[in-house]
């Protein structure tokens, strides 16, 4: 079967909401013809929404490697990157204890890559909340809240981080009164 009859396959799986035969036929078509950096993309593409960062990464790759002209091949390599940060902060944040800052570290180069992911930022904001880093936890909220404004999650976590920093100053004029008498 030829590269394009492949690619037709996966979309109708794709149509099917069965994306484990669409990357399966991606994959074909990529075997068809391993020269064509669009196949490649596809199946990176499709990899990175079902959360197979190693895979979406390795197909990214290569439409790069093949087609290092298209603009639209790197920014999805990035977002792919970004995934795979995404995912290994979420593994930290799961270990007991939670590693916060080796966590937000991983965020950081995932926002920095996905400049559009709200997730990045939304628990790049949580992370730095529960560090007590609270200047960084509301920028990254506020990013968040740009992004999706509609996201009660991020709304609560600004009010949440905005409350801790109003008592924080609270407490450090309260400490200075007391000094100066």
């Avoid at 087609?67 to 977002?79: A, F, R, S, V």
């Avoid at 926002?111 to 560090?131: R, T, W």
């Avoid at 992004?147 to 991020?154: E, G, I, N, Y």
């Amino acid at each position: 079967m030829d590269g394009e009859s492949c690619i037709k396959k996966a979309y109708e799986f794709i149509f099917n909401s069965d994306f484990e035969q669409a990357i399966y036929w991606f994959e074909q078509a990529i075997a068809a013809d391993p020269n064509n950096a669009s196949y490649y993309h596809k199946c990176a593409v499709s990899c990175a929404r079902s959360g197979k960062w190693a895979k979406a990464k390795l197909h990214a790759d290569a439409a790069v490697k093949l087609d290092p002209e298209h603009p639209e091949y790197h920014y999805h390599l990035q977002t792919v990157e970004a995934g795979m940060f995404r995912n290994d902060a979420d593994l930290l944040l799961a270990s007991d204890p939670p590693k916060l800052s080796e966590a937000a570290e991983l965020l950081k180069r995932a926002a920095a890559l996905d400049p559009l992911s709200f997730e990045a930022f939304y628990k790049l904001g949580v992370v730095y909340s529960e560090l007590n880093r609270l200047d960084e936890a509301a920028a990254s909220a506020k990013e968040a809240m740009r992004l999706d404004p509609a996201h009660s999650a991020a709304r609560r976590l600004l009010a949440d981080v905005n409350r801790k920093r109003r008592l924080l100053r609270v407490r450090i004029n309260a400490r200075n009164r007391k000094r100066n008498r």
